[in-house]
Structures are given as C-alpha cells and as structure tokens.
C-alpha cells in the first residue's frame, strides 16, 4: 500500500514493485517511513492528488535536493522517472554505493539529509496559464554525487544516481506560468511525506524491519526461525547443511547508524509533537472565481522552473 495523508498518496517503484515501508510514524501533516535500498536498482516515485477541488503543488526532494516540481489538478496522478536530460530525454533513478572519503584529502560534504526522499504538499487555486519554451537544460547537478566526508559516518549507505538516459513520454515543449492562489503557506506544506532509504542489513541490524533483529536466528519468510544445523536424512545419516547468506557491520559502522537513526526517529517525534500542540484549523477557501481555461485537468511539469 502507498504511503497516505491527508488525500496524498506516495509510493516508491522499484522493478514494477512498490517498495514494502517500515516503522511508519504518521502525524497530523507528515509521515515518515524507512525503505530498503539495493545497489544497481532502478526505480520511479508516485504521487497522487486525492483531493476533489483542489490542487497540489508537489516538490520533491533527494538526498536534501530539490529535484523535480509538479502541479497536479484534483484527481490525478504523476510518475516521477528520473531526472530530465534534455526536453526529449530523461535519466532514470538509480541507487549506487555511497562514497566515503578521508576529509583529510579532499574537502567533500558532510550531507545531513543523504538517504532521504521527501515530498512536499501545497494546496493551491489556479488561474490563467501562459506558455513558454522551456530551456533545452541538464538537470543531472539537481542531484548528489555520491561522495561525502568520513566524518559523516555514512559507510555502506547508498545515494540516488542515475542510469543511462532514455526518451522521455512526456516531451517538455513548453514551460507553464502560472497565476495561482496558495491556500497554504509557502514555507509550511500542507502535507509532507519522508522516505528513509539505507541498505537492508543496516536496518536488519539496527531493528528498524520488525523481526530481523541481529543476534536472532535466521528467519525464513513466515518469521519463523530457520535451523542452521545439519537436517538428517531418513536414514538417519546426516544431511547437508543450508548455507545463508550472512552479513557482517563494523561495530564502529553500528554506533553511528544508530545514533543517525535515534536521531531521525528524534526528528519524526519532535515534528508530530509540535503539529499536535498546533490549534490552527486549515480550511479550504470557498471556489475561486478565477478558471484555469484549457489547461484545466492538465498535469502541469515545472520541473525546468526554479
């Protein structure tokens, strides 16, 4: 199931598949969640604007990056590939080893926000549309590069690259100005949406995905655990052994990921803590008088604009 809140659906595609969330932690405009991450994969973000009369201004953010930016009218629906290469092309989505580097030889960030994805939510009312050619641009530099200090203490984590480029569905002819009316504040979304993303067997080890704690036996699908030991045959004589496939993480890789996710964890409650305190009542303004024209019930791409 996608992530959802307050008529906002999100969800990660890997492989045709939606990525399974962990440790959901949901507030009154936010939720949060943790995702397994593998190397070498491809893969797409959903979202979707479940609202009836209103639209969605939706501002997606990679590892602390804004990236891509879209307006969807009530209803409808949006598939994020990857980043726009040229007004024909796009470059897909790929997770690939993070690298840590000794800041003692090169001066490369520290990056709070690598490993996360995160999907900001602003209603709005639209008025008139005017169109423009959009700049043949490349987009790649919206997006880390996969090197951070050591002093981060982000060993074994992953970061969003991209893949070899492919056509784009969507050709990018124009650029869309346009007249609208927020209902929310610019600085304060009306929802938003955080996605987690490190390798499974860091968050085996840390506990985040229920029932792989480390120091359990191994376990099969069902949960239960799976005997390690030599199975006899019928006739008694010992059977070949199952081999698993294990992991190993340094203590010191151990100490730092579980203070990044205490810290994280910290971070969730502290936000649902302070929107529960909140008493302001967000109510929608009646319709405006203002039509959008032909664009109406069009997906608006401003992923070109700033």
């Given at each position: 199931?996608?992530?959802?809140?307050?008529?906002?659906?999100f969800?990660?595609i890997?492989?045709g598949?939606?990525?399974?969330?962990?440790?959901?932690?949901?507030?009154?405009?936010?939720?949060?969640?943790?995702?397994?991450?593998?190397?070498?994969?491809?893969?797409?973000?959903?979202?979707?604007?479940?609202l009836?009369?209103?639209?969605?201004?939706?501002?997606?953010?990679?590892d602390?990056?804004?990236c891509?930016?879209?307006?969807?009218?009530?209803?409808?629906?949006?598939?994020?590939?990857?980043?726009?290469?040229s007004?024909?092309?796009?470059?897909?989505?790929?997770?690939q080893?993070?690298?840590?580097?000794?800041?003692?030889?090169?001066?490369?960030?520290?990056?709070?926000?690598?490993?996360t994805i995160?999907?900001?939510?602003?209603r709005?009312?639209a008025?008139?549309?005017?169109?423009r050619k959009?700049?043949?641009?490349?987009?790649?530099?919206?997006?880390h590069?996969?090197?951070?200090?050591?002093?981060?203490?982000?060993?074994?984590?992953h970061?969003?690259?991209t893949?070899?480029e492919?056509?784009?569905?969507?050709?990018?002819?124009?650029?869309f100005?346009?007249?609208?009316?927020?209902?929310?504040?610019?600085?304060v979304?009306?929802?938003?949406v955080?996605?987690?993303?490190?390798?499974?067997e860091?968050?085996?080890?840390?506990g985040?995905?229920a029932?792989h704690?480390?120091?359990?036996g191994?376990r099969n699908?069902?949960?239960?655990?799976?005997?390690?030991?030599?199975?006899?045959?019928?006739?008694?004589s010992p059977?070949?052994?199952?081999?698993?496939?294990?992991?190993?993480?340094?203590?010191?890789?151990?100490?730092?990921?579980?203070?990044q996710?205490?810290?994280?964890?910290a971070?969730?409650?502290?936000i649902?803590?302070?929107e529960?305190?909140?008493?302001v009542?967000?109510?929608?303004?009646?319709?405006?008088?203002?039509?959008?024209g032909?664009a109406?019930?069009?997906?608006?791409?401003l992923?070109?604009e700033?």
């Amino acid at each position: 199931m996608p992530l959802s809140l307050l008529s906002l659906n999100f969800a990660i595609i890997c492989e045709g598949n939606e990525l399974e969330t962990y440790d959901v932690k949901e507030g009154p405009n936010s939720i949060m969640a943790f995702v397994a991450s593998e190397a070498g994969k491809k893969f797409s973000i959903t979202y979707k604007n479940d609202l009836l009369d209103v639209g969605l201004s939706f501002q997606l953010y990679i590892d602390g990056r804004r990236c891509h930016k879209v307006y969807l009218e009530a209803g409808l629906q949006y598939e994020v590939l990857g980043i726009r290469k040229s007004t024909t092309s796009i470059l897909p989505f790929k997770l690939q080893e993070l690298e840590v580097v000794d800041p003692d030889v090169e001066n490369a960030p520290v990056v709070p926000e690598m490993g996360t994805i995160e999907l900001r939510a602003f209603r709005y009312r639209a008025g008139t549309v005017r169109y423009r050619k959009v700049r043949n641009t490349d987009y790649r530099d919206r997006l880390h590069q996969g090197r951070v200090s050591e002093r981060s203490k982000k060993a074994g984590w992953h970061y969003v690259s991209t893949a070899d480029e492919v056509p784009s569905v969507r050709a990018a002819k124009f650029n869309f100005s346009l007249h609208r009316n927020y209902i929310d504040p610019r600085d304060v979304p009306y929802a938003s949406v955080k996605v987690v993303y490190r390798p499974r067997e860091l968050l085996m080890a840390q506990g985040v995905i229920a029932g792989h704690d480390v120091g359990a036996g191994n376990r099969n699908r069902e949960g239960s655990e799976v005997n390690d030991r030599k199975r006899p045959r019928e006739d008694g004589s010992p059977g070949p052994s199952k081999r698993h496939t294990r992991f190993t993480v340094k203590k010191e890789d151990m100490s730092a990921l579980s203070q990044q996710i205490q810290a994280l964890q910290a971070e969730s409650n502290s936000i649902m803590a302070e929107e529960s305190r909140s008493s302001v009542k967000r109510e929608l303004r009646s319709p405006s008088p203002i039509v959008v024209g032909q664009a109406a019930g069009e997906v608006i791409d401003l992923t070109f604009e700033d």
